[in-house]
């Protein structure tokens, strides 16, 4: 399973950015898929995630209201949409994916940057 995390950019206070993670190499309605973030000096932390079927979502406290996740399952692809962007979203975000059995994140994309200048 491969994952590639794209979309990330440079953004002023407020803006929206679009992140997409595809998929590749398994079956991607067997994966729930997730985003974390990484902001510099920082711990990585939860973003997003949904499940396999997209029924169910998650979404960290810091982002709940601004941001929302979605996949296409026809296209092997999530989406992170970001609203409303603070300075403190600013962090490396990076998508993993896993089989509906598993707890932690088997699969991880690279990470693409996203600034938000204020």
């Not at 902001?39 to 709940?64: C, D, L, Q």
């Not at 692809?77 to 994916?97: G, H, I, N, R, W």
């Amino acid at each position: 399973v491969q994952l590639q995390a794209c979309g990330g950019g440079v953004v002023q206070t407020g803006g929206s950015l679009r992140l997409s993670c595809i998929f590749s190499g398994g079956v991607f309605s067997d994966y729930g898929v997730g985003w974390l973030r990484q902001a510099p000096g920082k711990e990585r932390e939860p973003v997003a995630s949904i499940s396999t079927t997209g029924m169910h979502t998650t979404y960290g406290e810091s982002v709940k209201g601004r941001f929302t996740i979605s996949r296409d399952n026809a296209r092997d692809t999530v989406y992170l949409q970001m609203d409303s962007l603070k300075p403190e979203d600013t962090a490396v975000y990076f998508c993993a994916a896993k089989t509906r059995m598993r707890v932690v994140w088997e699969h991880w994309g690279k990470g693409t940057l996203v600034t938000v200048s204020s």
